[in-house]
């Protein structure tokens, strides 16, 4: 009976301590004060534009920013501004929640180049040698595991940062980056491999997709300012020891969040969308979502925002989604170092695959790195899913990246409908996606699932062809090289490599192994093999020219 007697007692006093710290908190919230906007617009004139033109009109200033107290008293001492997914999510449950689900159809850290994969060794590192991607290429988890994927990858940091669990991580929740990992050389920031078969490969530039947490800290474009805390030519490592960076995927990423209207905020996209050539696949799209590039200034140097007209899935994902380089390189006229001074180290195209070698090599003259046996100049692709997108039939059709990867769902509860925002393949959710709205009226979801992989069967198929005509061109430059032929012939060769190089690797990067556009996927897959094939044709007949020409000589 007294055991009895203490056990409820024991309950009632944990339920009486649990009361006592939710009236604590709820005091606490209660105590932070509303603030007059208006007070807020005396100095931030670009922002009250923006508040009163959209839903967010009615939310207060302090649901955003904490510190508003002491910023209003000394406006030299700056408000917090609330980073996290849960600051969204206090209003915005079900797109929250969504948000925060884990895809495990596949597993973690899945090397792209394992063999029944995207890019299968050994063509793989034999195509690529000695780009960090060699050391480890992963197929893509959910958009909360975007960082933290990003800076234990064996590529990004030398191997310094590791999960503070192992691999019990893997079925950790999405949170902060420094919840998850340790530094395992917290006595420096020296960015460089600390284990053996890595690379510290990861930059400045590639942090724009994997998080925005430092949007007010990041000047347009990275430039070097005095003001600005990072730019391109920070030590990445020194930006990840900061504990800023802390989440993937900020929801302000594609809301704005004074405004409540979509918006883009990766600053090669708005560079991309506004240089004066006027050449992206954005500006001969007739019927393309308008854009609004703002200054949102105040902190001495220059911060591009763009609003958009209406919700466009295709510029919303496409400032991650998207070809891009981040990396230094060499000028490919001049031979001359690109380092993180350039522009180019921050740069987008937004054109498809057809279009790139002209890009890359004549208009920008930018070249990513070697292979190390053929000496030929190469391009790295990163994830072009939005310019592949643009003039599939999808597109055509009026289907945007949201309707087949965040569609619309029913919560089963409150039987509210609303945009998930859990950003997964199709097969996930084949009833709200390929089967509703009047698309594919008759398919089973069987049937949508044997349409899906038929597609990617099949642009798998011509990825390897491409890939074993590549190694072989490969092998032949090598052996023009051993036979003495000249420098010139070399070259051609060589410049045969980049354009194969990049009709194929174009879909090694891009993650729906042709999906989003068969077509462009095949036409670009089997001119890589015809590129190929006249680069080795190109030695071939050097070689017997060179036979001839000694036969003549005896």
């Known amino acids: 009976m007294f055991k009895k007697c203490a056990f409820i007692l024991g309950v009632l006093a944990g339920l009486m301590l649990l009361v006592s710290a939710q009236s604590a908190e709820a005091a606490q919230k209660a105590a932070v004060k509303k603030v007059d906007p208006k007070t807020c617009y005396e100095c931030h004139d670009v922002v009250q534009g923006l508040h009163q033109s959209g839903k967010h009109k009615g939310v207060n200033c302090i649901s955003c920013h904490g510190g508003l107290d002491e910023h209003l008293k000394d406006s030299s001492k700056r408000p917090e501004v609330f980073t996290s997914w849960d600051a969204c999510g206090a209003c915005h449950k079900e797109q929250h929640g969504s948000f925060l689900e884990v895809s495990k159809h596949r597993p973690a850290r899945d090397e792209k180049s394992q063999l029944t994969n995207r890019a299968p060794n050994p063509f793989w590192d034999k195509l690529m040698a000695p780009h960090g991607f060699t050391k480890e290429h992963a197929l893509t988890r959910s958009h909360g595991f975007m960082l933290l994927d990003q800076v234990i990858v064996d590529r990004a940091a030398g191997g310094r940062f590791q999960p503070k669990n192992g691999w019990m991580y893997v079925n950790e929740k999405p949170g902060k980056l420094w919840d998850s990992i340790v530094d395992t050389h917290p006595e420096s ?3 460089k491999p600390f284990m053996r078969q890595t690379a510290a490969a990861v930059n400045p530039v590639c942090f724009q997709c994997k998080t925005q947490d430092h949007i007010l800290d ?37 809301h704005d969040p004074h405004a409540a209207k979509p918006r883009i905020v990766r600053d090669a996209l708005i560079q991309a969308l506004t240089r004066p050539e006027a050449d992206t696949l954005w500006h001969k799209d007739p019927n393309r979502t308008k854009i609004e590039v703002i200054d949102m200034g105040m902190r001495g140097y220059t911060r591009k925002i763009a609003i958009l007209e209406k919700y466009d899935a295709t510029l919303q994902c496409g400032q991650c989604h998207v070809e891009y380089n981040c990396n230094p390189g060499t000028d490919a006229k001049t031979g001359e170092k690109v380092t993180f001074d350039d522009e180019r180290t921050n740069h987008f195209p ?12 004549n208009q920008i003259a930018f070249i990513d790195f070697k292979n190390a046996f053929s000496g030929a100049p190469l391009w790295k692709a990163q994830h072009p899913e939005a310019e592949t997108h643009y003039n599939s039939k999808h597109a055509k059709a009026g289907v945007s990246c949201d309707g087949c990867h965040t569609p619309k769902m029913i919560n089963k509860k409150t039987g509210k409908k609303y945009t998930s925002h859990f950003a997964v393949t199709p097969r996930e959710h084949i009833k709200e996606s390929c089967l509703s709205g009047g698309c594919h009226t008759g398919w089973t979801e069987k049937d949508a699932i044997y349409s899906i992989d038929s597609v990617k069967a099949y642009t798998k198929g011509k990825m390897r062809k491409a890939e074993f005509w590549l190694s072989q061109l490969i092998d032949k430059i090598v052996e023009g090289k051993d036979k003495g032929l000249s420098e010139d012939v070399i070259k051609q060769a060589q ?16 993650n729906s192994d042709g999906f989003h556009n068969p077509e462009l996927a095949r036409e670009s897959l ?25 036969a003549a000589a005896k």
Not at 501 to 506: G, M, T
């Open 189 to 191: 920031s020296d960015h």
């Open 218 to 254: 990041w000047a347009y474009l990275g430039d070097p300012n005095v003001g600005a805390p990072f730019s391109r030519k920070s030590n990445p490592t020194a930006m990840i020891q900061t504990k800023k960076l802390q989440h993937g995927l900020n929801c302000y990423t594609c």
């Open 350 to 361: 937004f054109k498809d695959v057809l279009q790139l070698y002209d890009h890359y090599v």
């Open 495 to 510: 410049q045969q490599q980049l354009k194969a190089h990049i009709l194929w690797e174009y879909w090694v990067a891009e």
């Open 526 to 550: 089997t001119k890589s093999v015809d590129e190929s094939q006249l680069g080795i044709k190109i030695i071939n007949d050097a070689i017997a020219e060179m036979k001839k020409a000694q």
